[in-house]
């Protein structure tokens, strides 16, 4: 299993540990239209290379945020390209076997971690519902349920998607 952030691996090893986290993701503008669609055509060569040659069938890849997370909240990527771009490369994305929604309340979320207005947290969690119902196979995990029953949630749905994928080998 591995697990990795969001962050093109290229972008990540550029900066340093202390830009790693973001503790105001609204706060800078948007970059221009050409410096989005470089980073976005990079982003999807980045994808497609680990997809094809990085990781194997055999490993469970966990990211805490995918590239779709950058249609619900263009402003925390400083988006600045039209957004029909950023759909159009997130049809040609490598697509996950399984998405996983951790939903809760948005006043529980905006308790937990304060990065975004009330109201921009309660947007995002309409945004991440309706995005994650069109896709073909996702899990909504409630999560404000106590640690140790979302862990044990997210195991079951992940081992559900592998023991069905091998089932469908042989």
Not at 149 to 161: G, L, P, Q
Request: with cysteine; charged share 30%; net charge positive.
């Amino acid at each position: 299993m591995k697990m990795r952030h969001l962050k093109p691996r290229i972008v990540a090893r550029l900066r340093s540990q202390s830009d790693m986290i973001v503790v105001d993701p609204h706060g800078k503008p948007a970059r221009g239209a050409l410096l989005s669609l470089a980073k976005i055509l990079g982003w999807i060569l980045e994808e497609w290379y680990g997809t094809l040659f990085y990781e194997t069938r055999k490993t469970v890849l966990i990211c805490d945020r995918y590239y779709h997370d950058l249609l619900v909240d263009p402003k925390r990527y400083r988006f600045g390209a039209p957004i029909w771009t950023a759909e159009l490369v997130g049809k040609l994305m490598p697509q996950p076997k399984l998405w996983i929604l951790l939903d809760a309340p948005p006043k529980l979320l905006q308790e937990r971690k304060q990065e975004v207005t009330p109201e921009e947290t309660a947007r995002q969690c309409e945004v991440y519902k309706a995005f994650i119902g069109k896709q073909q196979k996702h899990v909504i995990i409630d999560a404000s349920q106590p640690l140790d029953k979302v862990i044990a949630d997210v195991e079951k749905a992940i081992k559900r998607t592998v023991m069905g994928d091998a089932g469908n080998r042989g």
